[in-house]
């Protein structure tokens, strides 16, 4: 899957909800071995057990769905990975850890049954190209290729959902070969002016900040002639954000004014605006003694 659009609409908070959609229960192997090595799959930091109790019963009993299971197997919910800019090749691959003599699963193997993220695509440090080629072949035949320290390579089936999120232009990230190994691509674009007017009508009620006709007009137009911005999602947030701050500053009620307005919309584009003005509190702070 691809979601792709302009930054601030929602990529993120689209793909982080996929980890609450998935309800069901998935055996994951504590570790395996491969030619004598040993890859540890499990891991507690991104894997959640369902129950932790039976953990040391031979032949545990699954507490949703009630039937046992071989207790090298792990019964949890399905993952959810995510890796942002810090993605790089290194990470797809097995790594040997000297110490304990195991090798660590890289991040999409303990994806396996789940979803993983690759998040702000195009922004790793390693190319997009280089970082496509790396998955054309597991999400073509779903089979993945993995190598030992000792030259000897194996195959691991590879079942997850992969959701890559960007907000560049995917036809400058990506080639037709491999677009057409994404079925789903969507954008997530600008809301209209309904879904604008709504999405601040629910940040503001939820901070407590009264929100007027013509608060909301003038917001729009500012927005839209003065600034010449497309809308975007995150405005409402960003612009409460910036009218509970100068009400702390001023030491009153909140309020969106003409003023309040102004501020936070020079704070959210600089471009051919002069540089935000600090307000003067109503009151100066009392002096200090002694």
Not at 24 to 39: F, H, K, N, R, T
Not at 98 to 107: D, N, Q, S, W
Request: glycine letters at 6%; charged letters at 25%; aromatic letters at 10%.
């Amino acid at each position: 899957m691809l979601l792709y659009g302009p930054p601030g609409n929602g990529k993120t908070s689209i793909t982080q909800s996929f980890a609450t959609v998935f309800d069901s229960v998935i055996y994951l192997p504590y570790a395996v071995m491969i030619d004598g090595q040993i890859m540890r799959v499990f891991d507690p930091s991104i894997h959640v057990p369902i129950n932790n109790g039976d953990a040391g019963r031979r032949n545990p009993v699954n507490a949703l769905r009630r039937e046992q299971y071989d207790a090298r197997w792990v019964a949890i919910r399905r993952p959810f990975v995510v890796a942002g800019g810090e993605l790089t090749l290194e990470m797809l691959d097995l790594r040997y850890d000297m110490t304990t003599g195991f090798y660590e699963a890289p991040l999409h193997i303990k994806a396996l049954g789940g979803c993983f993220v690759i998040d702000d695509f195009g922004r790793q440090i390693v190319s997009p190209t280089t970082l496509l080629n790396r998955w054309i072949v597991p999400m073509e035949s779903r089979v993945d290729y993995l190598k030992l320290h000792t030259g000897k390579s194996f195959s691991i089936p590879f079942e997850a959902l992969v959701i890559f999120s960007t907000n560049l232009d995917p036809e400058d990230l990506v080639d037709p070969a491999f677009l057409r190994r994404l079925p789903y691509k969507i954008e997530v674009g600008a809301p209209s002016l309904e879904t604008y007017v709504t999405i601040f009508q629910d940040v503001c009620k939820k901070a407590g900040v009264p929100l007027t006709e013509e608060a909301l007009k003038i917001i729009v137009h500012k927005v839209k002639v003065e600034k010449g911005m497309e809308f975007a999602a995150y405005h409402a947030r960003f612009i409460i954000d910036q009218v509970l701050a100068i009400s702390r500053f001023m030491d009153e009620p909140p309020r969106i004014d003409k003023r309040s307005i102004d501020y936070a919309l020079k704070n959210l584009k600089l471009r051919n605006d002069s540089a935000p003005v600090l307000l003067k509190p109503a009151r100066a702070p009392a002096a200090a003694t002694g």
